[in-house]
Each structure stands twice: as C-alpha cells, then as structure tokens.
C-alpha cells in the first residue's frame, strides 16, 4: 500500500480558489471535465494546459503536492497508453516482428494519457480547495430541485462528504497497519503474486474492521448530536454568491466555446 496519498485530502491555506463558492467550483470542474471531450487536436490540450495551470498557481497548492498523488494512476495510464499505442491501426512508423506502431497510434495515446492526468489533477483541485463541510452544502444547494422528486439530496450530499473524508484516513489507518505488521515480520515488497495476496489478507482483515468500527462511531456521534437527515437543519455559513462568484459563470461559458472552436481547427 503506497503512502503519501493526496487525493481527496484538503490543502488548506488562503488563496482565491480557495475563497470560491463551493458551488462555482463543482460547476467549473464539471465544465472542465466535459471540456477534456470537447476537443480533437493539440491546440486543445493547449488551452486546458494553461487554464489548468493558472488555476494551481492561483490556488498556492505546491506543484509537488499534487504529483504525489498521480503515482497511484501510474499503472492505469501506462496500461491505457500502451494498448493504444500498439494495438491502433493506421499509418505504421515502426514494425518489428509482430510488433508494430502507428501515427495514429501514438497520437490516440498521448491524447488519452493527457485526458487521464488532466482528469485526475481537474477533479483532485475540488477537494483540495473545498472542504468537506462545503462541498456537501454545495451539492446539496446544485442538486436542491430534485426535492420536488423526493429525491433526499440532502442524504446524499452527506454521502459524498463523508466518502470524500474517509479516503486519506483509510489511508493512514492502512500504513499504520502495515507498519505493524512489518514490525511483526511480514513482507509486502516482493514474492510472487500468491505471496502478496498472502500478505494483504493481513492488511485487509484489521482494515475492514477497523473500517466498520469508525463506521459505527461516526453514526452514534450523529445520532448524538441529533441528526435526522433534514434538509432544514440551520447552516452556520450559509452559502451566498459573492460578485467574482457570479462573473465566474459567463468566463466558464467562454471557456466551452473556445475550447469547442479551438479544438475542432484542423491542426494536430
């Protein structure tokens, strides 16, 4: 189990991202993220490189903080890269026995595997700058229509918060117990793959009931404090759209129709 994982966690310092509406947030990595489709040529990815750039430099979240958490997709972008870069017929550049690469190819697997970094790092700059506590009053406050159609939004908006919070402490519960077990002599570098499956059966059995355990917890401390799933429960910062937050939805607008344009211009 790799340590030093990122994703989902909050970066907490004060920068304009930062100081953002939870909602203009969701709305924008929503935009963003259908934008990473909207385009098929180079020039694309060109513009979201500086749009995305300009948003981590605005957020003072270290460059270096957020590359630690691309190493836990590693193996799903060499995976995704190399079946298109090899198995994408067209144009070959390069054969070798039964072995062969296209144009095509190469060009189909380095759109995806920026497509996959821009996707995580896209998605992973919400939790960063949001917290817990905002993002379920933001999702709650987007999805507050769907009342009329008894769906309990507000239930769910506490799904993904807790969900989004209990990833970085699953984590930490799951190194501490690999240090424990370490310290008891077990191995999880190296041997075979029935070997490493052996040895996370250690891993996964205290890390379920350790799981269960701050499950249980957690739902007594709301009963506790009386919580009923009510959408009217009293905010003590309720949500209010400041102007920046307004201006943020026509820029937002600009930005589809120039990724729409830019990104279907002839070039490659």
């Given at each position: 189990m790799p340590k030093g994982l990122t994703i989902g966690s909050y970066y907490p310092v004060d920068s304009p991202i930062h100081r953002l509406d939870p909602r203009v947030k969701l709305v924008a990595v929503l935009v963003f993220l259908v934008s990473l489709f909207l385009f098929d040529n180079f020039i694309g990815y060109i513009v979201v490189t500086v749009f995305l750039g300009a948003v981590i430099i605005l957020s003072k979240v270290p460059l270096k903080y957020i590359l630690k958490g691309m190493k836990f997709i590693l193996f799903l972008l060499f995976f995704t890269a190399f079946f298109n870069l090899f198995f994408t017929h067209g144009e070959v550049v390069f054969s070798w026995k039964f072995i062969s690469i296209t144009k095509q190819g190469i060009?189909?697997?380095?759109?995806?595997?920026?497509?996959?970094?821009?996707?995580?790092?896209?998605?992973?700059?919400?939790?960063?700058?949001?917290?817990?506590?905002?993002?379920?009053?933001?999702?709650?406050?987007?999805?507050?229509?769907?009342i009329f159609f008894r769906v309990p939004v507000h239930d769910f908006a506490t799904m993904m918060s807790?969900?989004?919070?209990?990833?970085?402490?699953?984590?930490?519960?799951?190194?501490?117990?690999?240090?424990?077990?370490?310290?008891?002599?077990?191995?999880?570098?190296?041997?075979?793959?029935?070997?490493?499956?052996?040895?996370?059966?250690?891993?996964?059995?205290?890390?379920?009931?350790?799981?269960?355990?701050?499950a249980y917890e957690l739902g007594l401390a709301m009963e506790?404090?009386?919580?009923?799933?009510?959408?009217?429960?009293?905010?003590?910062?309720?949500?209010?759209?400041?102007?920046?937050?307004?201006?943020?939805?026509?820029?937002?607008?600009?930005?589809?129709?120039?990724?729409v344009y830019l990104g279907r211009l002839p070039i490659w």
């Open positions: 060009r189909l697997a380095a759109f995806i595997a920026l497509r996959l970094i821009y996707l995580v790092i896209g998605s992973s700059m919400l939790t960063y700058t949001t917290t817990p506590g905002q993002l379920t009053d933001g999702i709650e406050s987007l999805l507050g229509w769907l807790l969900a989004l919070r209990f990833i970085p402490i699953l984590m930490m519960e799951a190194n501490r117990i690999i240090d424990a077990q370490t310290a008891r002599g077990a191995r999880f570098d190296g041997g075979g793959l029935i070997r490493k499956i052996k040895s996370y059966v250690s891993l996964i059995v205290p890390l379920f009931v350790s799981a269960t355990g701050r506790s404090r009386c919580y009923n799933g009510s959408s009217n429960r009293t905010k003590l910062k309720p949500l209010k759209h400041r102007l920046c937050d307004v201006m943020m939805y026509p820029m937002m607008v600009g930005y589809i129709f120039l990724i």
